[in-house]
T-cell receptor, first 115, second 113 residues
Framework: EAGVAQSPRYKIIEKRQSVAFWCNPI?????LYWYQQILGQGPKLLIQ????????DSQLPKDRFSAERLKGVDSTLKIQPAKLEDSAVYLC?????????????FGPGTRLTVT | QQQVKQSPQSLIVQKGGISIINCAYE??????FPWYQQFPGKGPALLIA?????SEKKEGRFTISFNKSAKQFSLHIMDSQPGDSATYFC????????????FGAGTQVVVTP
């Protein structure tokens, strides 16, 4: 079974530029999560999708971050404009559903450096 | 605010020794407590998980101990091996926010040969 795919793996941008990350979850997984992991910290949930609907985006900085999951499969997370403090690894995870199986499968992440 | 507090930040253990990582929480609504293992350049992977209706769960060399009254849980890695060198995260999720994991800050474990 293929795991969660993410691209790109690394991205370096200057502050005030925009960037987008892509995630393809495990086939059949209805729930998709985006996390931000700052160096030395645990992952922090940014947004959770159930199929193509948003379940929780309470910790998403909506003035600069946006995410979509069209057709309920793959997803993109965008930052515009980026700030220095956005430097982090952005992890995508998926699970069968959010109420049947708690197990979340994580992708390898995209390491973003904002200079 | 950090809802799950994890300690120590790092630990070094000799091969064959026992690694112990502790976590504490305040939210009594938490009802699922997983531990994740993360290697450099990889995403976290589920290692073992426990629900509050049991006090201990063992899978191979990994054991979770859970103390509901103290709101604490811990991971014990028995017979630690160099391949166990990784960062370990405890997490918790509440009943009313299915799947919304709250992670601890992580513990970097180094197992020396």
């Amino acid at each position: 079974e293929a795991g969660v795919a993410q691209s790109p793996r690394y991205k370096i941008i200057e502050k005030r530029q925009s960037v987008a990350f892509w995630c393809n979850p495990i086939s059949g997984h209805a729930t998709l999560y985006w996390y931000q992991q700052i160096l030395g910290q645990g992952p922090k949930l940014l947004i959770q999708f159930q199929n193509n609907g948003v379940v929780d985006d309470s910790q998403l900085p909506k003035d600069r971050f946006s995410a979509e999951r069209l057709k309920g499969v793959d997803s993109t997370l965008k930052i515009q404009p980026a700030k220095l403090e956005d430097s982090a690894v952005y992890l995508c995870a998926s699970s069968l559903t959010d109420f049947i199986s708690y197990e979340q499968y994580f992708g390898p992440g995209t390491r973003l450096t904002v200079t | 605010q950090q809802q799950v507090k994890q300690s120590p930040q790092s630990l070094i253990v000799q091969k064959g020794g026992i690694s112990i990582i502790n976590c504490a929480y305040e939210n009594t609504a938490f009802d699922y407590f997983p531990w994740y293992q993360q290697f450099p350049g990889k995403g976290p992977a589920l290692l073992i998980a426990i629900r509050p209706d049991v006090s201990e769960k063992k899978e191979g060399r990994f054991t979770i101990s859970f103390n509901k009254s103290a709101k604490q849980f811990s991971l014990h890695i028995m017979d630690s091996q160099p391949g166990d060198s990784a960062t370990y995260f405890c997490a918790a999720t509440p009943t009313d926010s299915w799947g919304k994991l709250q992670f601890g800050a992580g513990t970097q474990v180094v197992v020396t040969p």
